[in-house]
Every structure is written in C-alpha cells, then in structure tokens.
C-alpha cells in the first residue's frame, strides 16, 4: 500500500483528506505540525507527503526545507496544500523542491486523491522509497 | 519619513524659501527706492538747519538797523555825548535786546564804546583782548550798503554778530563808523533753531577736533550737507559752518528718523509675520491632513486584514462541508439510495452556493477598496466551460432545463484568470437560470476581428423587460424572478468588473420577451508569446 503522510493542523481538513486517501487505499498517517512531521517521515518513510503551507511554530516552507536538506528525505515528492492567501508562498515552495501545489477551496477530495495519483505515477518509473 | 514629516518639511521649506526671497526683494527694493528719498530729505533738512542760523544772524541785523541808521547814534559817534551813553546802553537795554556785546567803533576802526552783558543780564567789562578779536576779524563796514553778518570765534566760543555801517535816520552816509551787535551762541538759541525748524538737529563747536570730526562724518564740508546712516533706524545730515573768516566753526548735525524705512520694514515685518502665521497654519493643517492620511491607510490595513481573515476562516468551514458531502457522494454514493442521493446533493450545492456567496460578497468588498487580484494565464474555454457545465448539472436537473457548452478545441486560448471566467460563467449561466423555465441554456464561443473571444450565454427564458436592461450591471438590483432562490444581486455586477479587470466587455446582446436572452463577455486572445510561456 502506498504510505501518505499528511501534514495539517487544521483537523477539519486533514480528517477529510484522510479519508479521501483511505478510500483510494492508501496507508494514511497525520501530523499536527512540522516537527511531528519531521518524527514521523523518518518513522514511516511515506510515498508522498502532502504539506500544508500555513502552520503555526514551523510553516511548511520550513519543513520542505527540511526535509530537502536530508538525504534520507529529499528524493520523497512533497505537495503543498495552501489557501488563497498563502499562493506565494507555495509558489516559492515549487523552487525549493515542491513537486506542486494545491489550493485547498478550488479543488474537491476527489480531484487532490487524482492529482496525487498523477504524481505518484509519474514517480513510479523512478526509484521511490517503497515500504 | 512619514507623510506628515515630509509635509510640514515641505511646508517649512517653502516657507523660509518664500520669506527669504520676499526679505531680499523688499531689502532690494527698499534700499534703491527708499535711500534716495531719505538721502534728498535729509541733505535738505541739514541745509535748512544751517540756514536757520542765518535767521538768528538776520535777527540780530534787524535789531542792529534801528541803531545803525539813526541820527542819535550818528551824532554820538561825532560828540561821543554821554547822555547817548545813558539813555541807550544800560546793562538792561542790552539783555532787553537779547544781546551780550554792543561795539561802536569810529570811522577810523576806533573804539568809541563798548557794553557787554552776560546771560544773566549783568554788566561786565569788556576785555580787551575780545575787543581786539573783533579787531582782528576786520568786520568795519566802510561802505553805505554794507552789512556783515556771521559768527565769529572768540576765545573758543561761539558768537553770532551782524555788523552795519553808522548812518543817519534816512540812512544817508557820509559812514560815521561801525555799529556791531553780538551775542554768544547758546544752547537757548540751538533749543530755538531746533524748535523752529522743527528738526533734531545739534550745533556742535569743533574747535580743534576738525580732525576728528572728519574722520566721524565722510564728506563733511561747510559749501554742502551730506549724510550718513546711524543704524538702522535713523540716518544723520552734516554740515561745517564756517567762522567770518571761513574757518569750521560748527558742525551742523540733523538726525532723521528713516521714517519711510522703518514703515517700509513694519510691512516687511507684517508680511513676515502673515508668512510666518501661514505656515503655522499650514503645518497644522498638514498634521491634521496627515493624522487623517494615517487613519485612512489604517483603516485599508484594518479591511486588508479583515478579507484575509474573513477569506479564510469563511472558506475553510464551508470548504470542509462541501469537501465533505463529497465524501459521502464518493464514498457512500454507490448505494442506490435516491433520498440518500439528494441529501448530498442538496449539502453539496447548498454549500457551493454559500461559497459562491461569501465569494462574491469578499469580490465586490475588495472591488470597493480597488484590490482585484486576477492572475491570468493561457486558459481553454472549452475545459473551463466544460467545468461550469458539469458542476451547473444539479441546477439544471432541478430546473428541468438544460445547462450545456457548445465550446469545442477550435475555440482559441485566451488569456485570463481560470478561477475568475468560472466564476464569470457561474455567475452568467445561474442569472440565466432564474428567467428560464423551459429549453435550457447554452454557453458558446465564437473569434472575433479584434483578437478577442466572445463567449455567450444564451438562454429560452422569458427574457428582460425593456426597463430591467440597464439595471442588468449594477450593484445589488435585481429582477424579479420565479425563483425562490435569490441571491445577493451582486454576481453581474463582479462578473462585469471581472470582465473589464481581463480586458474584456460585458454586453447583453439581445433579449426578446418569452424567446430568450443572450449575455455576452469578451475576453483577449492568447498570444503566441503568452501560449509559449505558459508551456514551459
């Protein structure tokens, strides 16, 4: 199964991500914030890690940062989850080593679970840590 | 430097610049205008001080006349009588005259009698060696016509005489001699000049400071006055008066006060001071403008801060019950359950409508204060279209109408914002909705001439009235409906500025009672340029 890790404080979301990505039959791990996260990629050594931009104590540029600077982590394709407010600062994420980003208002459960999907699949022919 | 700083510096600079230039131009001017003037006036008034010792010198002439030609005085002078003596040359005669010497002297420059009084009135004996000063100064008058007059140095002090040949009553010579009135020029008599004149003026003695004086007073001579500035305020003529025997006897000092001057810097000092009063006034209105410019620019922070907060924490809840009804649809929806099917359904487009509505209300406040942000990049109308058709599914279904798109890939890429011509759709295609209760509505595309796409929304409804049309765009009117549903009356009005935001036109293209309506927006074509970009 295809490890997730989803890093959001908000509860509302990251519980409907949750079970958006448990639907589609991945293993769903959540972090509150950027330094559970951390704890926790090196713990479960997930697939993909779906970022939320704006966290209190570490903002998510900060974790992607990183999780780059480590070897162990870096080749883990990481996705921004921001709101409208917060699009610079995703788009400053993409240069940093973001594969992407998703503005959470603008897109259904649905369509980030496909949108994940695309990625994963594109990384498929490449190495990507398995479980 | 804030706004306030920069305005009153501004303002205290322009202030100090105009006083300066106003200062120099009346110094200017006052100095070339006004000098001339007070130089005459007082080059005047200094003449007139030294003719004004002539005056007292013609007074004592015309005393002396009376005695001059008279046939008492002729015969005295002959017999040297002494009734002549005590009659007439009494110490009171004398100071009754206002004179302290009386000098007969005979036709051979001989002394026949001489009186002196001084200022007290009392007698005393002239001495001989003043009486050889008048012998000195060589002031007989030989001739009939005669008449000498002046001042005369004696002993370092100053005397006022006149001089006239001794005739008889009819003034008919042989002369007989020389008849000489003197008097002691006094601080009485300069208090008297002084009066009558009407002038500051003071005689001062040069005795053997001629030196000194001239060093004083440049230019100073006794055929002309000339001038000098004191200080600031007052401005002194001068002149030499010269002894009978042309030798500086007096300076002739006239003080003026610069009367036009000093009226001249009281305006200045007026002017300066409505200046001054001006900027004060400024500098105050300026801190206020300023103070207001503050809680202006407060205020937009405030509502900045507000749309952000509202943006975000309107959006999240209402993002979560939409993303959650969607869940159930996904999740649960395979269920055939019908009840269950339109529970979610009607959650689904409950909260997209509310979404849709806090969108709107966030648009058109941020319209208000003049933020629209739009993002725009090469968009396909088709997807977009394709996107509003699908989601605008449970819309018509309710309706029983039909909501497609007839845009296909020929329909050329346009440049704009993709949330934005969604929204602009959404917003088209829901007015449409509420007038239309048979047929359905069509969203098409068609290039036009000017590089632009015009895309269109055309529906069977019962169409606008004729006096609903121009109210189309505007803020919060609506047009009554069937519908139960409402709204905020705000979405054409965003759409239209959205529209006008991406560079393109709203227009309603033709509505006809009970066929249709067709709404139309314009947006520009992608260029190739821009089509490139975005691939990268």
Known sequence: ?131 | MTIRQKAVAGILCLSVLTSGVFYAAATVLVQNQFEKLEVRETKEHTSLAVDALNYLADNISLKLTDWASWDDTYQFIVDKNKKFVDSNLQDESVANLGLNFMLFFDRNDRLVVAKAVDEDGAGFMVPADIITSFDRFGIYTKDESGEKKGFLNIDGKPVLFAARPILNSVSEGPVRGTLIFAKYFTGEDQQKLANLTHLDVRYTPVQDRQAEFKKIYPGLNAATSAVKYQDGDTIIGYQFVNDYSGRPLFVTEVTDQRQAFIEAKKSVAIFLGVIAAVTLVSIIVAIRISKLVQQRDQTIKLKDEFFSIASHELRTPLGAIRGNALLLRDMYGDKNDQAFKEIVSDMTEASSRLIRLVNNFLDAARFEAGQVPISPDVVSLKSVADIAAGELQSVARDKNIYIRSEIDDSIPQVYADKDRVLQVIYNFVGNAAKFTERGGITISAAEQDDDTVKVCITDTGRGIPEDARRLLFQKFSQVKSSDSKSGSGLGMYISQKIVEKMGGRCQLEHSEEDKGTTISFTLPKATAIQIAASKK
């Open chain 1, 1 to 131: 199964m295809t490890k997730i890790l989803i890093v959001e404080d908000d509860p509302l979301m990251s519980r409907m991500y949750q079970k958006i990505f448990s639907f589609h039959n991945y293993d769903v791990e959540l972090a509150n914030d950027g330094e559970e996260a951390l704890v926790k990629v090196a713990d479960i050594k997930p697939t993909i890690i779906l970022l939320d931009v704006m966290m209190p104590r570490m903002n998510g540029l900060q974790v992607l940062e990183r999780l780059k600077a480590d070897p162990s982590t870096s080749s883990i394709p990481v996705v921004m989850l921001t709101n409208l407010a917060g699009q610079q600062d995703a788009e400053t994420a993409l240069s940093k080593g973001a594969v992407k980003y998703i503005i959470k208002s603008e897109h259904e459960p649905k369509e980030v679970a496909n949108m994940v999907e695309e990625i994963i699949a594109g990384y498929t022919r490449n190495d990507v840590p398995q479980a």
